[in-house]
């Protein structure tokens, strides 16, 4: 007896980088890869990811399923090389052929597109994926027109979905939170740094992680720590802030280093490998970024997740990431006062330190792993497509329980 | 009959004589299955812990306290706990008896205990009857539960580490405080789809039901299920030598005669259910003739046009029995119908009929019940029979893409009705079932399910479980011919999770015992060795029954046409069941809150009211709404 063909979820994702530059939306971007590739293990799924400025050489052979054979079976990666329109005929003809379930852009940069979709393949939902800053101001006309016609947003916080209900008019109902996860590579690498590290902290070491680009290095508030700096060496003169992270406003940032005279105190690491990052994380004691322009903020995720205790402010997503008095200590943006003090007292006080890193930890194994950030993609997806979700998951056993009775 | 249960705890024993009460609490859960004696027993077994075994008893056979359980067996030292019957008890004591066994008692529970003793688990082979059991084996220091091969009989049962616990009815484990009141969504999935939660999986997280046929070792904290029967896995190759033809029907007339003689021993009353339709009518007939005065009875309605006395009176009349004709009318319903909900084991879109006949016949002084359940499955009495295999000749012949666009292009006929609507779906190939007749028996549709499950809930089926037994049921119908393979499957598809489940639940909340000859095993593996071809006639309904029944039946039965055994739903639920159905569907209550968009089934009833839905659609979610409401915790 013949069967229908083995039904997927077919799913297509638009993202504008994942592997060219270093940033948090090429991080993010990697990780939904790899969430979906999961998540594929237990839903059959055709995945077709667009990179728009991604080369092929750009792509680690295997990604990310390297020395997992057989398994990226359902994934094909269609990348710009020297043509962005290139990729943009790829898509259409995947869009045609294929008639995905599911469209998600990872960037509202790319909502244009979202013409060619609705064209091409008028019964795929439309998604997109809105991280933070880029949505809380006014957009585009050629993206905002577009936004009408998108079935779902997901956001990484309330702050974001509450600044596109109030910027764009986006009814809640069509926005979805889910908070980002930890990159399981870099969790599970973090123990040994930190083992080899142990002990060579003096106990007083501050650590900063952010990009250092013009548009950056304001809002991350890494000025702001450099002001308060002085206050926090006048009561702990051996207190060393450790700042991790390249781009064009690093020169601008040693400039301020050595016009306030802290050469001795402040070390740029410049852009760091992972490894490097890590040992900034196992020497550090105190993790600190008051930054405003928070979308999430994954680098809290990792201080907290190395056991570090955080300061930063009340602002923008934050406050949803660090709790203020369990995981680390928040303080009114631009406050340098306040921002001098809750150092000091962090640095002073090992017992308040342990218990906000400890906490932490905690809240990060209980709600930001990788699993858990698979988890709740995987609920998003069925939420979506039920009916492409339980008809991919049931025919895969039902295709199994035919092959039983040898194709009869 | 009975109820059994029993618990396996890793802890020390109490030290005290009392009866634990986590199984009291089971057997007081059962007390309607066996209101004539409950027992208890607790054992330590070499390998740790502590081991209760407890039954509740419906005295059948052998009404002295002899037949009272646990029934222990001093030579071996095993135990036994037993619900049911086997109806070859009395051949089973004499080969035992002249192996030198003696007897204490008069009943089928001490035959069996010694059978096990002689024989060790193949004794399952030679029992003959509806049952399902426990036996610790002292000798092994292990415990064997065992289910009869039809699955007439339930048993359930929940591990966890430190824990094994079982019982004859699911509601008893829950009472019992040691399972999570908690919705499973894989058995919620497979009621939605089919009205009936599939075996091994429940409607609750954790607790299995063993399938029918098998037998389930527990020892020293581990366990493993083991089949020992199946259906026969092809049809004889038997060619149309009219000879043959006789001679096989002689045989299926022998055994169809036997199976109900033995089904006639009994020390309390007994009677026969009848319809006036042709199975019922073959079983009060070869009963009539063992019996000087069978006594038979019907369910019949006061409105008129659902009534369907007048032909049951026929029958009886022509038979001989003493009839009795109930007669139900919507406020009867209506009164009882929470006792009926109540009597659940599992929420089930039929059973309603069976309690209702159950009482009546009890209330008429009669504790055991032959039915004739089991005939439309083995002897092609239903519509699907001659679908289903048109369904399959498609699935052959026509490419993928060509039903396809036939769906599609009829979806707008066929979605006005809900067997249109599954149809469309079979053509447009969406549920993927390894095989048509699935489609044949859905209640929603995948899709509809996927609509209406909520996510998370949706990722937590584990259709591998289902998708298990259905790939063994693809293996088993492999060699069989087209109208047996709809009869393999109705048998342990619809019949199995329905139709027996049903029965089970319903007549023992009432304290009946129900039989059921058509459905022993010499008959169907008789029925199922019969060439499909055989079964279809166009101008005679169920003909290999009606040729095997000979001149038992009056001629005007065999004519009669099919008629189910159904309540006036759709005239009920537009009437006085109105409001009441209307209330509970208008909220889902914490536990189906969490599981389902209620709106979807609110929608449902709207379709319902402006006729566009069958009447079971709605049926179906009031009773899970009731369910849910009265066994299950959010």
Not at chain 1, 226 to 241: H, I, K, N, S
Not at chain 2, 32 to 61: S, Y
Not at chain 2, 117 to 131: D, H, K, Q, S
Not at chain 2, 495 to 514: C, I, P
């Amino acid at each position: 007896m013949s069967s229908f063909p083995k039904r997927r979820l077919r799913l297509q994702f638009l993202g504008t980088e994942f592997f060219r530059d270093h940033g948090g939306i090429q991080n993010i971007n990697r990780l939904l890869v790899r969430a979906f590739c999961r998540i594929g293990l237990r839903t059959p799924l055709a995945l077709d990811v667009f990179s728009f400025t991604d080369g092929p050489e750009h792509i680690p052979p295997g990604y990310p399923f390297a020395g997992s054979q057989g398994a990226g079976a359902f994934l094909q990666w269609h990348t710009a090389g020297r043509s962005r329109p290139a990729v943009a005929w790829q898509l259409a003809d995947c869009l045609v052929g294929s008639r995905p379930d599911l469209v998600l852009f990872t960037h509202v940069a790319l909502l244009p597109l979202a013409e060619l979709v609705r064209t091409l393949a008028p019964g795929a939902r439309i998604a997109v994926l809105a991280h933070g800053t880029e949505v809380w101001g006014p957009l585009a006309h050629r993206v905002s027109r577009m936004l009408p016609h998108v079935d779902s947003f997901v956001t990484p916080s309330e702050f974001t979905m509450q600044k596109l209900a109030a910027v764009h008019g986006i009814p809640t109902e069509k926005i979805t939170v889910l908070p980002h996860g930890l990159d399981p590579d870099w969790a599970g690498s973090c123990g040994a740094a930190v083992q080899e590290c142990a002990g060579s902290g003096t106990g007083r070491v501050l650590l900063s992680v952010t990009r250092l680009t013009r548009a950056d290095t304001a809002g991350k508030g890494v000025e702001l720590v450099l002001q308060a700096l002085p206050a926090v060496l006048e009561r702990f003169p051996d207190a060393r802030y450790i700042v991790a992270g390249g781009g064009g406003d690093l020169q601008r940032v040693q400039e301020i280093v050595r016009s306030l005279g802290l050469q001795n105190s402040v070390q740029c690491l410049g852009p760091c490998s992972g490894d490097i990052l890590r040992r900034a994380y196992a020497t550090a004691d105190v993790f600190v970024l008051p930054t405003q322009v928070e979308g999430f903020g994954v680098v809290f995720l990792e201080a907290m997740f190395n056991r570090l205790p955080v300061v930063a402010v009340r602002a923008s997503a934050t406050p949803e990431v660090v709790e203020d008095g369990v995981t680390g200590l928040l303080v009114a943006p631009g406050d340098c006062a306040a921002l001098a003090s809750a150092l000091s007292s962090l640095l002073e006080d090992a017992t308040l330190r342990r218990s906000l890193a400890d906490a932490g930890r905690d809240r990060v194994e209980r709600r930001y792993t990788f699993d858990h950030f698979v988890a709740r993609w995987e609920g998003w997806l069925a939420a979506q497509a039920p009916e492409a979700v339980y008809a991919a998951r049931q025919g895969e056993f039902f295709a199994l329980a035919q092959a039983a009775a040898g194709g009869n | 009959m009975c109820g059994i249960c029993g618990w396996w705890e890793q802890r020390p024993p109490a030290g005290h004589a009392r009866v634990p009460p986590q199984l009291s609490a089971m057997l007081r859960q059962m007390a309607p299955r066996g209101p004539d004696d409950e027992g208890a027993q607790e054992f330590q077994p070499q390998t740790g812990g502590v081991l209760h075994l407890g039954a509740r008893r419906l005295a059948i056979q052998d009404l002295s306290a002899a037949g009272h359980q646990p029934m222990h067996d001093s030579a071996s030292g095993n135990w036994l706990v037993f619900n049911g019957e086997i109806f070859n008890f009395l051949e089973l004591r004499r080969e035992l008896e002249a192996k030198g066994r003696r007897f204490h008692s008069q009943g089928d529970t001490e035959v069996l205990l010694a059978s096990y003793c002689e024989w060790g688990e193949n004794c399952l082979e030679r029992l003959r009857g509806m049952f399902a059991f426990a036996l610790w084996d002292a000798a092994r220091q292990a415990l064997l539960l065992a289910r009869d091969r039809l699955g007439i009989k339930p048993l359930y049962y929940a591990a966890s580490p430190g824990r094994f616990v079982f019982a004859s009815e699911l509601r008893a484990l829950l009472a019992s405080g040691l399972v999570a009141r908690e919705l499973d969504p894989t058995g919620l999935d497979s009621f939605l789809k089919f009205g009936a939660v599939q075996e091994p999986i429940t409607m609750v997280r954790g607790v299995r039901l063993l399938p029918a046929g098998c037998l389930l070792r527990w020892k020293d904290s581990a366990f493993q299920v083991q089949r020992y029967w199946d259906l026969p896995a092809a049809a004889l190759p038997l060619n149309g030598d009219p000879r043959v033809r006789a001679d096989k029907l002689e045989a299926l007339r022998e055994e169809l005669d036997r199976a109900v003689r033995m089904r006639l021993v009994s020390d309390v009353p007994l009677g026969v259910f009848l319809s006036g339709g042709l199975d019922s009518s073959l079983v009060a007939a070869i009963a009539a003739r063992h019996c000087s005065r069978v006594k038979t009875f019907t369910v019949t309605f006061a409105e008129e046009q659902f009534a369907e006395g007048r032909k049951a009176q026929r029958v009886a009349r022509l038979l001989g029995t003493e009839h009795h004709e109930i007669t139900v009318s919507e406020s009867d319903l209506i009164a009882a119908l929470p006792a009926a909900i109540s009597a659940m084991d599992q929420p089930t879109v039929d059973g309603i009929n069976t309690f209702f006949v159950s009482r009546v016949t009890k209330q008429a002084g009669v504790t055991v019940a032959l039915s004739g359940l089991g005939g439309d499955e083995q002897f092609a009495g239903y519509r699907s029979f001659r679908l289903v295999p048109r369904m399959e000749w498609a699935e052959d012949h026509l490419p993928h893409w060509a039903r396809r666009a036939a769906g599609l292009a009829m979806q707008p006929l066929l979605r006005s009705s809900d067997r249109g609507q599954k149809m469309s779906l079979w053509l447009r190939g969406e549920g993927a079932f390894p095989h048509p007749f699935y489609h044949s028996r859905l209640l929603l549709s995948p899709t509809q399910v996927a609509r209406m499950l909520r996510p998370e809930r949706m990722l937590e089926i584990r259709f591998e479980e289902f998708a298990e037994d259905m790939a063994r049921q693809q293996r088993l119908i492999a060699r069989h011919d087209p109208v047996n393979r709809v009869s393999c499957l109705e048998l342990l598809v619809y019949l199995r999770n329905t139709l027996l489940r049903d029965t089970d639940s319903m007549s023992m909340a009432n304290s009946l015992e129900v039989r059921v000859p058509l459905l022993d095993h010499r008959v169907t593996e008789q029925a199922l060795l019969l060439p499909g071809r055989w079964k279809l006639d166009d101008r005679q309904r169920k003909p290999m029954l009606v040729s095997a029944a000979g001149k038992s039946l009056p001629p005007g039965v065999l004519q009669q046409p099919k008629r189910g055994f159904e309540f006036p739903w759709n005239h009920w639920l537009r009437g006085e069941l109105r409001g009441s159905v209307e209330a509970a569907l208008a909220e889902p209550g914490p536990v189906l809150d969490a599981a389902l968009h209620w709106p979807a089934v609110r929608q449902i009833w709207s379709e319902f009211l402006d006729g566009r839905r069958h009447w079971s659609r709605v049926w179906m979610f009031y009773v899970l709404r009731e369910w849910t409401a009265q066994n299950l915790a959010a």
